[in-house]
């Protein structure tokens, strides 16, 4: 059997798309793990980059938290964000960004089937942007925490600012199944 | 179909300076490079230098090339980035040099998104490391943007600044993930 399997990919249509999510994800043990590799523009607009905002299972009560670590200029930074209502450790670029640019996000959902422990979540991403400025520009990776035991049937990313995903935004939902 | 497969693999049975992809097939989603390095310079840790061409001519050797990036060197850490280079330089991996074990490889990770869709310029995320256990051993994560909406067919991994050269053993592999 294949160890990733593509369960949905989806490019965002003329006009921009409020969010991407995925629906009815298995949780028999058909995977172990999941991937999304996203590349996302915002339409958001006065900024030059947006931020994740992720939930499971439409779950919005204060069950994340995420530790950042991420530059937007010299020197780095890290910061924890803790009882929030959804994850926020992931950017890309928005409509002040250089033109037809979009960031690079990779989500990694370990054991996310599981019905014992809460689950954790890798995420890295890049606000790239043709710049040397201070704050107009934001990478980093982030560790993030799911503080349920429910397996995770669904996902959602929308944009922390509540604009849309732009026209040709792409994002693909791996299963990975073990040995 | 596989979701992941090996587009081709280069090893250095000599040294070299370049290390060249061609005729990229554009039936991915995405691309992924895999490289494991080692350069013949005076140092410990040295970056990888990249460029990327499109419509089956040579690679742009234009100022059309930025990247951003979070590092730690030592006890050390940096970030910044964004000037117009004529290559991705904070984005290639850091490998190593001549002034560490002759055994010591640099090994780094980069996904080019979406490098097919002609209405995107390409984006980039990397992560690499080098001379573990030297004063300057080295760790990266970065993103590159290449301000050209272009296909990708073409990609050229150099030693650093496109004056030094890699050794024999330097690996590199370039996979194709669909979607």
């Known amino acids: ?179 | 179909m596989a979701v992941i497969e090996a587009i081709e693999t280069v090893y250095l049975e000599a040294d070299a300076a370049l290390i060249e992809f061609t005729s990229i097939p554009q039936t991915y989603e995405h691309l992924q490079l895999r490289i494991s390095a080692r350069q013949a310079k005076a140092s410990e840790s040295i970056e990888c230098t990249i460029r990327l061409g499109t419509g089956g001519g040579a690679v742009d050797t234009g100022n059309n090339y930025y990247s951003h990036r979070i590092n730690g060197w030592g006890t050390t850490e940096n970030s910044g980035g964004g000037n117009a280079l004529a290559y991705w330089k904070r984005l290639g991996p850091i490998v190593s040099g001549e002034s560490v074990d002759a055994a010591q490889y640099g090994s780094g990770v980069i996904d080019i998104v979406d490098y097919a869709n002609t209405n995107k310029n390409t984006t980039a995320l990397a992560i690499s490391g080098s001379a573990l256990g030297a004063t300057y051993s080295w760790i990266q994560f970065g993103s590159g943007l290449w301000d050209n909406t272009g296909a990708v067919d073409r990609i050229a991994i150099a030693a650093a600044d496109y004056s030094n050269t890699f050794v024999r053993g330097t690996e590199a592999t370039l996979y194709g993930l669909n979607s």
Not at chain 1, 27 to 38: E, F, P, R, V
Not at chain 1, 125 to 130: I, L, M
Not at chain 1, 166 to 179: D, H, P, Q, R, V
Request: charged letters at 15%.
């Open chain 1, 1 to 179: 059997m294949a160890a990733f399997t593509v369960i949905d990919h989806t490019e965002v249509s003329s006009g921009g798309a409020a969010y991407w999510e995925e629906t009815g994800i298995p949780t028999d043990g058909t995977y172990d793990h999941l991937m999304i590799k996203a590349s996302i523009r915002s339409e958001v607009t006065g900024i030059y980059w947006d931020i994740i905002q992720m939930r499971f299972n439409g779950v919005s009560t204060s069950v994340y938290s995420d530790t950042l670590l991420y530059a937007q200029t010299y020197p780095p930074a890290s910061s924890r964000n803790g009882a929030r209502s959804d994850l926020t450790g992931a950017w890309w670029p928005a409509d002040d960004a250089t033109a037809d640019t979009f960031g690079c996000l990779t989500v990694w959902i370990p054991n996310y089937a599981n019905s014992s422990n809460y689950k954790s979540v890798i995420m890295s991403s890049t606000g790239a942007h043709a710049t040397t400025s201070t704050d107009n520009w934001r990478i980093g990776v982030s560790a993030g925490l799911y503080a349920q035991t429910t397996a995770i049937s669904s996902v959602e990313i929308k944009s922390g600012y509540a604009g849309n995903h732009a026209e040709f935004s792409t994002f693909t939902l791996y299963g990975i199944k073990g040995a």
